[in-house]
């Protein structure tokens, strides 16, 4: 009978891990309700939109964009931005300008690197969270974490299957039914991971539920073909959903610091 014993650890881990990630997802999802339901007819701009679809990074991308659209910044195929207008219009442009450099002159990475951990960014992500339009860090760990435990209860289930099959069991005991028993816990597993992908987090790691109805109805709003339009597309697409190949290119060489 000692399968049994195995079967029963099998349920434990399985049924910690689920729980943990269940509890970690109704935390997240009760943080700022009352903020979130007043900020469901809220407008919002293209940062707050580009950090709900894609966090800091995404800011930095549509400030870069937004001044290259309007000749002020120059963003090279090759992976580099030149200043050509040193005043900024707002806080995170005027990042932007910080980040490139007294010369006028560096490659995107960095400059994106820096613009999304500046202060500007920073209090951004702070009112999205209070307004309850944006997840909470510990909000995003919590969740993330839990999912990672379920994976490792889902491979511990399989293992702890695999080593009650190989061990004698009653005489008069199919492995078959053995197996069944352990296909329970593991099938539950399974299927946390399975809500988790289409529930907890539908289409961006950033955006609280309140947050995802703003993004999916800006994004129904996002017809036509002036600069405005193109920039929410990129807020919410991001880089790679434009149809500008330099302005790809130029971010293509963001990953790549040492290529020019």
Same mark, same amino acid.
């Given at each position: 009978? @000692?399968?049994?014993?195995?079967?029963?650890?099998?349920?434990?881990?399985?049924?910690?891990?689920?729980?943990?990630?269940?509890?970690?997802?109704?935390?997240?999802?009760?943080?700022?309700?009352?903020?979130?339901?007043?900020?469901?007819?809220?407008?919002?701009?293209?940062?707050?939109?580009?950090?709900? $679809?894609?966090?800091?990074?995404?800011?930095?991308?549509?400030?870069?964009?937004?001044?290259?659209?309007?000749?002020?910044?120059?963003?090279?195929?090759?992976?580099?931005?030149?200043?050509?207008?040193?005043?900024?219009?707002?806080?995170?442009?005027?990042? *932007?300008?910080?980040?490139?450099?007294?010369?006028?002159?560096?490659?995107?990475?960095?400059?994106?690197?820096?613009?999304?951990?500046?202060?500007?960014?920073?209090?951004?992500?702070?009112?999205?969270?209070?307004?309850?339009?944006?997840?909470?860090?510990?909000?995003?760990? $919590?969740?993330?974490?839990?999912?990672?435990?379920?994976?490792?209860?889902?491979?511990?289930?399989?293992?702890?299957?695999?080593?009650?099959?190989?061990?004698?069991?009653?005489?008069?005991?199919?492995?078959?039914?053995?197996?069944?028993? @352990?296909?329970?816990?593991?099938?539950?597993?399974? $299927?946390?991971?399975?809500?988790?992908?289409?529930? *907890?987090?539908?289409?961006?790691?950033?955006?609280?539920?309140?947050?995802?109805?703003?993004?999916?109805?800006?994004?129904?709003?996002?017809?036509?073909?002036?600069?405005?339009?193109?920039?929410?597309?990129?807020?919410?697409?991001?880089?790679?959903?434009?149809?500008?190949?330099?302005?790809?290119?130029?971010?293509?060489?963001?990953?790549?610091?040492?290529?020019?």
């Amino acid at each position: 009978m @000692f399968w049994v014993l195995l079967l029963l650890s099998a349920w434990a881990v399985a049924g910690t891990a689920c729980t943990r990630l269940c509890l970690a997802a109704a935390r997240a999802a009760a943080v700022g309700t009352d903020a979130a339901a007043e900020a469901r007819e809220q407008e919002l701009t293209l940062y707050e939109a580009a950090f709900l $679809s894609g966090g800091p990074s995404r800011v930095a991308d549509v400030a870069m964009v937004a001044m290259a659209r309007q000749r002020r910044l120059l963003l090279a195929h090759t992976g580099w931005v030149t200043v050509v207008d040193p005043h900024g219009r707002d806080d995170v442009e005027r990042s *932007v300008i910080d980040a490139v450099g007294p010369e006028g002159q560096s490659r995107i990475a960095p400059v994106r690197a820096a613009v999304a951990a500046s202060d500007p960014v920073g209090r951004l992500a702070d009112r999205l969270v209070r307004s309850g339009l944006a997840e909470p860090d510990d909000g995003r760990g $919590s969740i993330a974490a839990g999912v990672h435990r379920v994976r490792l209860a889902a491979a511990a289930v399989s293992v702890l299957c695999v080593a009650a099959l190989l061990t004698p069991v009653q005489e008069g005991m199919p492995r078959h039914l053995v197996a069944l028993w @352990f296909a329970l816990p593991l099938t539950m597993t399974l $299927s946390c991971l399975v809500i988790a992908r289409f529930e *907890v987090r539908p289409c961006s790691r950033w955006a609280a539920p309140a947050g995802q109805r703003l993004l999916c109805a800006l994004a129904r709003r996002a017809t036509g073909a002036d600069d405005r339009t193109f920039l929410t597309c990129v807020a919410v697409r991001g880089i790679r959903a434009v149809g500008e190949p330099r302005l790809r290119a130029a971010f293509a060489h963001r990953d790549q610091p040492g290529r020019d």
